[in-house]
Each structure stands twice: as C-alpha cells, then as structure tokens.
C-alpha cells in the first residue's frame, strides 16, 4: 500500500513540476564575467541553480559528518 501512495506522490510531484515549467518557458539571459552570457528558459535556469545547492549542500553535510567520526 505505501509503495503505492508513494508513486502516486511522485507522479503529482512531476505533473505539478511539468506545469510549472510549461509556465515559465520564457527566455532569460544570465551574465557573467568578461561579458559573457547564455540564454535558457526560466524553468530549467531554476532546475540547475536548485540542483548546484542540493549539490554544495550535501557535499558540506558528508564533510561534517565524516570529521565528528
């Protein structure tokens, strides 16, 4: 039975995700250093800054861990 509440959670998660990045398909453009910049929709500018701190996140979590040890 939890197997089955679980992916229903997953599916309403993903189906809340897509509409949210149908929504924000609009192009930005992000600068950076020596003029430099990249254009990409909203939604996936967001995915990958959202990903970069989960990433930096855990990485300082693992570290953390492993020198109370």
């Known amino acids: ?3 089955i509440i679980a992916w229903f959670l997953r599916i309403v998660v993903f189906v809340i995700l897509a509409v949210f990045a149908s929504k ?9 250093y020596l003029d430099k910049s990249i254009e990409l929709p ?3 500018a967001l995915l990958i ?3 970069l701190g989960s990433l930096i ?3 300082f979590v693992r570290c953390r861990c492993n020198t109370h040890k």
């Open 1 to 3: 039975m939890m197997n």
């Open 24 to 32: 924000n398909a609009q192009p930005i453009e992000l600068f950076y």
């Open 42 to 44: 909203l939604s996936v």
């Open 49 to 51: 800054f959202f990903a």
């Open 57 to 59: 996140a855990l990485i």
